[in-house]
């Protein structure tokens, strides 16, 4: 998963971005950006956007792998 969550994220310094959590990871934890450091949020705010974010890239890329494989159907 750690691709979508790099893929919905733009940072107002560095563009799109890796961020960066905590080890101890809580809903409190802080997500800064991997790069400059700049604070996004606690985790738990961002968790609740990453998972749809996530969960439709993932819809999309299971679409585009069997949409040229004749007999498959994604239901
Ligand atoms: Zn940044």
Do not use: H, Q, Y
């Not at 733009?10 to 604070?39: F, H, K, L």
């Amino acid at each position: 998963m750690t691709d979508e969550i790099k893929a919905s994220f733009t940072c107002p310094n560095c563009g799109p971005i890796s961020i960066r959590v905590e080890d101890e990871t809580n809903d409190d934890s802080a997500v800064t950006c991997a790069s400059c450091g700049v604070r996004f949020g606690t985790w738990g705010e961002v968790k609740a956007k990453v998972t749809d974010a996530a969960a439709a890239e993932v819809r999309a890329r299971l679409r585009g792998a069997f949409s040229g494989l004749k007999g498959w159907k994604i239901t």
